[in-house]
């Protein structure tokens, strides 16, 4: 059975400036031990599926089609039942160096917290825990101690990570676990997640804008734009021979190590990601896409069949004149 | 480094303190060079008992002089002499201590279950609660707390005859125990209304923003997530944190409690410090007045070292912990 399944979900959020749709019908599904990334720009929409797993979006944002966790449709649980469900089936990386471990208390207490709080053991117990994971997450247990500003931003993360298995979660969804820190605790904190999913036998919902972060870590890549996958399938071949022409942009972004000619002509993408609130007509990419065609401007094509295993949402896909 | 922060916000206290006592004390020359002769205008004073007068007042010899004596009396505990009846100005001010202490710590306290409100009304920030709660404060907040002393006056006193008009206590009365702790109760509740009245509303405005700024913290989101109740989600992680502007602001309010409430202690002739002040203004009695400035202040700063060393407790980004 998947472990998560999102089946046309869509979110809408109400501002004062009206409402902004910033997930339009994403279809995705992780079984046991699968890992998938979800890439793309930022306002695509993919922290937006983070925090919809769990029930995390703000009051008044709708929510339509559905969230499954262990078969179980979140959206149609009664409170008690969802505050058992969080953490225990599904729990998130947050991103460390911002501000998600709460800076009064000491980080060994915040851990310890989520523990007490879905199982019945003493603190005494508990603490043994919170030791236990902070060493398994490569920091002394001693550092549950220390408060969040007394540890670097590295250090901060593997104390998110530790948080997150508190409760020996099913399903693991990193947030930019890797944002904003140095490229070699990024390299460290990758390394972390990639054998305590192989230990733990974890499903792994990666988030991220870096793609090639995504190709190491995940066996399955999705690549999101303006609230829509729009390529899907192995994340080698995605990155290697993408498919829809933001995946290419987004894969060309980064230099391939070890050949100059890409090395010293980066290819960025030009514009900016469109305002949620105000989408083109047609297919959204089409004013920044390079190969865009006539009708982009009018169709908005579905994910179709590009070859085993995968699929992308182009007019060019599975027609021979790309 | 905890002593260390300690010893360095001791310092600057004292530092202050001493600055205040050199400004409070040559303030006063400044204001009035004929002081003696001022104070008892229309007496026929011959000049050997002006001198006298001025000897007894610190007033002779020159400012150098007067200042070197007046900080050795100072550090004696000797505050001078009261101009209007020659008392010490330490058991003048002593007397009117308590009243205060009691009457405006009292309101401190009432005023201060604004937090309470504050933390709810943010917490469900533009519900019907804090509407109402936001727009009571601003009332109260807004309002002249003389003018509410008339008000209640005239209607729960001289009108409806419920509480008395004014004083400590009834005069002639020598109840003791009990029964003049409920009398005093009794004549403190109209004036203590009226300033937990007048200051529950910055607690409750302050406690509110405090709460919102928190609302938007990445923690809270992630406490939610772990699966706490909302109640405990405020309680546990937002609330503490909203707390450190509160905490602040309560000690800082402590350091005004004894020089806080002139207006309402004048119109319900409490006989506290603020009367005192109000008393000492008019004479004047300079020794008095210079007297209360050097006690506000101190305890002003007295409740800012407070505030500095609570913060250094409650919030561990502070405090060299």
């Known amino acids: 059975m998947s472990v998560l399944e999102l089946h046309d979900l869509h979110v809408t959020y109400r501002t004062d400036g009206g409402s902004v749709p910033a997930v339009r019908g994403v279809n995705l599904s992780l079984d046991t031990g699968d890992t998938v990334g979800l890439a793309g720009e930022s306002g695509c929409g993919k922290s937006t599926i983070a925090g919809a797993v769990l029930r995390l979006l703000p009051k008044g944002t709708e929510v339509s089609g559905k969230v499954l966790l262990d078969g179980e449709d979140v959206y149609a649980m009664k409170p008690g039942r969802l505050r058992a469900v969080r953490w225990t089936s599904a729990a998130i990386v947050f991103q460390g160096a911002l501000h998600s471990l709460n800076p009064v208390r000491r980080v060994g207490l915040q851990i310890e917290e989520a523990i007490l709080l879905h199982s019945q053991q003493s603190a005494r117990s508990a603490r043994i825990r919170v030791g236990e994971l902070l060493e398994k997450v490569g920091l002394p247990a001693g550092q549950a101690e220390r408060y969040p500003h007394q540890l670097s931003g590295g250090q901060r993360q593997r104390v998110l990570i530790a948080l997150a298995l508190a409760c020996e979660p099913k399903l693991l969804i990193a947030d930019e676990p890797t944002t904003a820190l140095d490229v070699m605790v990024q390299a460290q904190v990758l390394r972390l997640l990639e054998e305590l999913q192989r230990e733990h036998g974890l499903s792994l919902l990666f988030i991220t804008h870096d793609l090639s972060v995504l190709t190491h870590t995940c066996e399955r890549l999705a690549v999101m734009y303006a609230g829509r996958i729009v390529e899907e399938g192995p994340s080698t071949q995605v990155f290697a021979d993408p498919q829809h022409p933001y995946s290419r942009a987004l894969a060309a972004a980064f230099p391939t190590i070890g050949d100059p000619a890409s090395r010293m002509n980066p290819q960025g993408l030009a514009g900016d990601p469109p305002d949620p609130s105000a989408l083109p007509a047609g297919c959204p990419f089409h004013l920044r896409c390079a190969v865009a065609a006539p009708e982009c401007s009018s169709l908005d094509v579905a994910l179709r069949p590009a070859g085993a295993g995968r699929s992308a949402a182009c007019v060019h896909v599975g027609a021979t004149d790309v | ?321």
Request: glycine share 10%.
């Open chain 2, 1 to 321: 480094m905890r002593a260390r922060f300690i010893l360095t916000k001791l310092v600057g206290a004292l530092s202050t303190l001493a600055f205040v006592v050199a400004f409070n004390f040559f303030l006063f020359r400044v204001v009035n060079e004929n002081t003696v002769e001022s104070m008892f205008r229309g007496r026929n004073l011959s000049p050997s008992q002006i001198a006298r007068l001025e000897r007894q007042f610190n007033l002779d010899g020159s400012k150098w002089e007067q200042f070197t004596a007046y900080v050795g009396q100072l550090l004696h505990g000797n505050l001078g002499l009261s101009m209007k009846d020659f008392r010490p100005v330490t058991t003048v001010v002593g007397e009117a201590l308590w009243p205060t202490v009691l009457l405006v710590g009292t309101s401190t306290l009432l005023a201060m279950t604004g937090i309470f409100f504050g933390f709810r009304a943010g917490w469900r920030r533009r519900s019907g609660y804090d509407v109402g709660v936001t727009t009571f404060s601003m009332f109260t907040y807004s309002m002249p707390d003389a003018w509410l002393s008339m008000v209640f006056l005239g209607l729960f006193a001289s009108g409806l005859g419920l509480f008395p008009t004014g004083g400590l206590e009834d005069s002639g009365s020598n109840a003791a125990g009990l029964a003049k702790l409920l009398d005093q109760a009794h004549h403190m509740a109209l004036p203590a209304l009226v300033l937990a009245i007048a200051y529950i509303g910055e607690y409750t405005i302050v406690a509110r923003s405090a709460m919102i700024d928190t609302l938007r913290e990445d923690y809270l989101q992630l406490a939610r997530a772990k699966g706490l109740r909302d109640s405990e989600v405020r309680s546990k992680h937002a609330q503490p944190n909203a707390m450190l502007p509160v905490v602040s602001l309560s000690a800082l309010n402590f350091g005004f409690v004894l020089s806080g409430a002139i207006a309402v202690e004048t119109i319900f002739s409490w006989p506290g410090l603020g009367q005192l002040t109000r008393n000492a203004a008019t004479g004047p009695d300079f020794p008095v007045l210079q007297g209360l400035f050097l006690l506000f202040s101190a305890s002003l700063i007295f409740a800012n070292l407070i505030a500095d060393l609570m913060y250094g407790r409650i919030d561990p980004r502070v405090g060299g912990r």
